[in-house]
C-alpha cells in the first residue's frame, strides 16, 4: 500500500520568513496530493492541493509542487506569520475524487514573532 | 452551514466498555470518512461511505470496531468491548463527489480515553 514520509517533524521559522515541508510517496499510482493545517484542538482543513497533471500550484502565500518522477512534493509558505503557527499534513491518494487518503505524520510549525 | 458535528466532544470510559461516537455530515454530502489520530500512527482512515453504503472498511484495526450509517445525515463508530489503545481522537469528515474539488471537511473531532 502506499506509504506517505513528511520531513521535517518540526520546523521554527522567523515570522516574514519561508518555510518548506516536504514529502515524499511510494506508489506510482498516487494522484492527488492535498496538504492539511490543524490547529490545536480542531480538525485538518484544507490548505492546497494538487492533481498529478499540474507540477505547481500557487494561493497567495502558499505553494506545492510536485514531482511525480521522484514521487515527491513540497509545501512552501512564504512571508510566513504568527497565525501559520500549525501542524501540517501531507497526504496522498491513488483513489478516484481522492478517497482513501494516506498521511504523513505531520510537521509543527513555529512562526517566531 | 454548521459544519461537520461530532459528539461527544470527550468521552472517558473504562475498560470493557461500549462507546459509541456520532457523526453529522455537512448537509448535501455524499462521502463520510472516520479517522483516527495517535501520536503513534498518526492520521489514519477506518472507514468510508459513499451514499450510506460502506465502500471501504480495511483501516477499521479489528472487529470490535464497526461503523453504519443509517441515513444521508448521520454516522456512527461504535467499539465494543473497548481497550486502552483504543485512546486517540476520532474525526468524521465529508465531501462532495465533485470534479472540481476533492477537499475533504473534518469535524472537531472526539477525544476517547480508556481508562
Known sequence: GENVEQHPSTLSVQEGDSAVIKCTYSDSASNYFPWYKQ??????????????????????????????????????????????????????????????????????????? | DAGVIQSPRHEVTEMGQEVTLRCKPISGHDYLFWYRQTMMRGLELLIYFNNNVPIDDSGMPEDRFSAKMPNASF?????????PRDSAVYFCAS?????????????????????
Request: charged share 20%.
Open chain 1, 39 to 113: 490547529e490545536l484542538g480542531k480538525g485538518p482543513q484544507l490548505i492546497i492541493d494538487i492533481r498529478s497533471n499540474v507540477g505547481e500550484k500557487k494561493d497567495q502565500r502558499i505553494a506545492v509542487t510536485l514531482n511525480k518522477t521522484a514521487k515527491h512534493f513540497s509545501l512552501h509558505i512564504t512571508e510566513t506569520q504568527p497565525e501559520d503557527s500549525a501542524v501540517y499534513f501531507c497526504a496522498a491518494s491513488s483513489h478516484p475524487y481522492g478517497n482513501k487518503l494516506v498521511f504523513g505524520a505531520g510537521t509543527i510549525l513555529r512562526v517566531k514573532s
Open chain 2, 75 to 83: 454516522s456512527t463508530l461504535k467499539i465494543q468491548p473497548s481497550e
Open chain 2, 95 to 115: 465531501n462532495l463527489n465533485g470534479r472540481s474539488s476533492y477537499e475533504q471537511y473534518f469535524g472537531p473531532g472526539t477525544r476517547l480515553t480508556v481508562t
